[in-house]
């Protein structure tokens, strides 16, 4: 494990030799820069490391007919995969046309084939794209208008555009009968439209994809995992942890020093400020998924372990640790009741609350149908909170106990629903055509932030390595808005994961390492 982006370059993506004029250091997570085409001012590509955000500078009169004019950040690819960044033009700008892009390219040459996904100075955004060597440019404009969330992605033989203004869903334009060969050139691209301008950008949220194949099997293939953790107030995201394993649902702890994460069944505490992880004991808990939570005080983590048993089945089951582990982990759900998977404690850490299914019957029947119900910590009583015929699950107090947030798909869609402590007056708070689930509340009890999957999931289902969106809304309702467009889905935002003070968040996304 790792923390650095040149990494990426080196290992993830192929290095190249890189032509003449080229800078063959890495920068970032793209492996060489440099201007395509006879351009009067040589252009720059800056890193800043603490930040993980990039500046690009170019000159360049033109991208269209067969000269092309730019800087260019890349990596060589092969196969599918999904780029993405959020863009800022510095400055009024000398030319309406200049632009800024993912750029896709069949060679380094300034009149090759390429497909373009690019947001103009004056607005215009477009899906632009050169058939064959030397000849001109082609277009498909998109009817948004000064996007600066912009999304290249290979699938097979088809290149999909996807734009968005930041906070918006993505709009999507796409492009079928370019052919440019497996092995590209993937990077991103400026050009001022000018010869004799000089335009930057400023680059943050940069991501290079390397999503699953086709034919992964769930809960069985596996693609590395990156933890991030966003500010809140700037919604710069940057990867604070990077894994070729399955890293997924990260706690922060109360202190705010660490967050803690599960990873092939065991659990791991990663120090934020020196970069270190370390296991944590849990006992006969070794077979922990990602429903895991810590008590309010902070003194135990509470765990979902499939414990095996006689007849050959498993059933998920709540234990508890202290939070700097421990040899012992005490049983919290009888292992012979059905599946039990931990959301939550109350603010008294008394009672917990998780999503099970206690009827023999409806196990056996309807597997998928799981509702809600707490548990005494002291006595073991369990209590039924929820009798939908559906899925409830993700359930989260908050932080004044006296709402339960949740999502449920009893109404078609997985939306988020909000509750009473004792499970009536149970109210729908989201209504449109997403997939939303695990409603985490902010400490100040104010906002939920949640996951958003699009409408071609099954409702029952949250599955590993989609395209999706983390998205924020006021805690009594009203028009989420997207804080993050990833590539990701199971283990990306499972738990509670706001740090104590409430100015960030951390989740997991997924790519090839």
Same mark, same amino acid.
């Given at each position: 494990?790792?923390?650095?982006?040149?990494?990426?370059?080196?290992?993830?993506?192929?290095?190249?030799?890189?032509?003449?004029?080229?800078?063959a250091?890495p920068?970032?997570?793209?492996?060489?820069?440099?201007?395509?085409?006879? $351009?009067?001012?040589a252009?720059?590509?800056?890193?800043?490391?603490?930040?993980q955000?990039?500046? +690009?500078?170019?000159?360049?009169?033109n991208?269209?007919?067969?000269?092309?004019?730019?800087?260019?950040? =890349?990596?060589?690819?092969?196969?599918?995969?999904?780029?993405?960044?959020?863009?800022?033009?510095?400055?009024?700008?000398?030319?309406?046309?200049?632009?800024?892009?993912?750029?896709?390219r069949?060679?380094?040459d300034? *009149?090759?084939?390429h497909?373009?996904?690019?947001? &103009?100075?004056?607005?215009?955004?477009?899906?632009?794209?050169?058939?064959?060597?030397?000849?001109?440019?082609?277009?498909y404009?998109?009817?948004?208008?000064?996007?600066?969330?912009?999304?290249?992605?290979?699938?097979?033989?088809?290149?999909? +555009?996807?734009?968005?203004?930041?906070?918006?869903?993505?709009?999507?334009?796409?492009?079928?009968?370019v052919? /440019?060969?497996?092995?590209? =050139?993937?990077?991103?691209?400026v050009?001022?439209?000018?010869?004799?301008?000089? !335009?930057?950008?400023?680059?943050?949220?940069v991501?290079?994809?390397?999503?699953?194949?086709?034919?992964?099997v769930?809960?069985k293939?596996?693609?590395?995992?990156?933890?991030e953790?966003m500010?809140?107030?700037?919604?710069?995201s940057?990867?604070?942890?990077?894994?070729?394993?399955?890293?997924?649902?990260?706690?922060?702890?109360?202190?705010?020093?660490?967050?803690?994460?599960?990873?092939?069944?065991? +659990?791991?505490?990663?120090?934020?400020?020196?970069?270190?992880?370390?296991?944590?004991?849990?006992?006969?808990?070794?077979?922990?998924?990602?429903?895991?939570?810590?008590?309010w005080?902070?003194?135990?983590l509470?765990?979902?372990? &499939?414990?095996?048993r006689?007849?050959?089945?498993? =059933?998920?089951?709540?234990?508890? $640790?202290?939070? *700097? *582990?421990?040899?012992?982990?005490?049983?919290?759900t009888?292992?012979?009741?059905?599946?039990?998977?931990l &959301?939550?404690?109350s603010?008294?850490?008394?009672?917990?609350?998780?999503?099970?299914?206690?009827?023999?019957?409806?196990r056996?029947? %309807?597997?998928?149908?799981l509702?809600?119900?707490?548990?005494? $910590?002291?006595?073991?009583? !369990?209590?039924? /909170?929820?009798?939908?015929?559906?899925?409830?699950?993700g359930? !989260? =107090?908050?932080?004044? *106990?006296?709402?339960?947030?949740?999502?449920s798909n009893?109404?078609?869609?997985?939306?988020?629903w909000?509750?009473?402590?004792?499970g009536? %007056?149970?109210?729908?708070l989201?209504?449109d055509?997403?997939?939303?689930?695990?409603? &985490?509340?902010?400490?100040?009890?104010?906002?939920?932030?949640?996951?958003?999957?699009?409408?071609?999931?099954?409702?029952?289902e949250?599955?590993f390595?989609r395209?999706?969106? /983390?998205?924020?809304?006021?805690?009594?309702?009203?028009?989420p808005?997207?804080?993050?467009?990833?590539?990701?889905?199971?283990?990306?935002?499972?738990?509670?994961?706001?740090?104590?003070?409430?100015?960030?968040?951390?989740?997991?996304?997924?790519?090839?390492?």
């Open positions: 494990m790792n923390r650095s982006f040149p990494s990426l370059a080196s290992a993830a993506l192929a290095m190249l030799a890189v032509s003449a004029g080229a800078f250091q920068v970032g997570q793209f492996s060489a820069h440099q201007d395509i085409g006879a $351009v009067k001012r252009g720059a590509f800056a890193y800043d490391d603490q930040s955000q990039y500046r +690009m500078s170019a000159s360049g009169k991208i269209w007919f067969a000269d092309d004019q730019l800087h260019y950040a =890349y990596n060589q690819m092969q196969g599918d995969f999904i780029v993405r960044a959020q863009v800022a033009f510095e400055g009024k700008g000398a030319d309406p046309h200049r632009k800024v892009g993912w750029d896709v069949s060679g380094l300034n *009149g090759a084939s497909v373009f996904a690019v947001v &103009h100075g004056d607005g215009l955004t477009s899906l632009q794209f050169r058939e064959k060597s030397g000849a001109d440019m082609d277009e404009r998109m009817g948004i208008t000064a996007p600066d969330v912009i999304q290249l992605e290979r699938r097979g033989d088809v290149f999909i +555009m996807s734009a968005a203004r930041f906070g918006e869903p993505f709009q999507v334009t796409s492009v079928s009968h052919k /440019l060969g497996d092995k590209v =050139y993937v990077g991103l691209g050009s001022a439209h000018n010869a004799d301008a000089y !335009e930057t950008v400023r680059i943050s949220n991501r290079v994809v390397v999503p699953a194949a086709k034919n992964f769930p809960y293939d596996y693609i590395g995992s990156d933890i953790i500010d809140m107030a700037t919604h710069n940057r990867v604070v942890l990077r894994s070729p394993e399955s890293l997924q649902a990260p706690n922060w702890t109360r202190d705010g020093k660490a967050l803690i994460y599960n990873s092939n069944g065991l +659990m791991h505490r990663f120090d934020i400020a020196s970069g270190k992880t370390a296991p944590i004991k849990t006992g006969i808990a070794t077979n922990n998924n990602n429903d895991h939570v810590l008590s005080n902070g003194k135990l509470g765990l979902s372990s &499939h414990v095996k006689p007849d050959g089945s498993n =059933y998920s089951t709540i234990y508890t $640790v202290p939070i *700097g *582990g421990s040899d012992k982990a005490t049983l919290i009888d292992t012979d009741q059905g599946h039990s998977y &959301h939550g404690f603010p008294d850490d008394r009672t917990m609350i998780f999503t099970g299914q206690r009827n023999a019957a409806m056996a029947n %309807s597997p998928k149908v509702n809600l119900y707490t548990i005494d $910590v002291a006595s073991k009583k !369990e209590t039924q /909170l929820t009798t939908t015929p559906a899925l409830d699950d359930a !989260e =107090y908050s932080p004044d *106990g006296k709402q339960i947030y949740f999502n009893r109404t078609g869609l997985m939306q988020l909000r509750m009473a402590p004792d009536k %007056s149970q109210v729908q989201t209504f055509k997403f997939n939303n689930w695990f409603p &985490h509340v902010s400490p100040d009890g104010k906002k939920i932030v949640f996951i958003s999957f699009m409408d071609d999931v099954d409702p029952y949250h599955p390595y395209q999706v969106y /983390l998205r924020e809304m006021p805690i009594e309702g009203g028009t808005k997207v804080i993050a467009y990833l590539y990701g889905g199971q283990g990306s935002f499972n738990v509670p994961s706001w740090s104590p003070d409430g100015s960030h968040i951390a989740f997991v996304s997924n790519t090839k390492q």
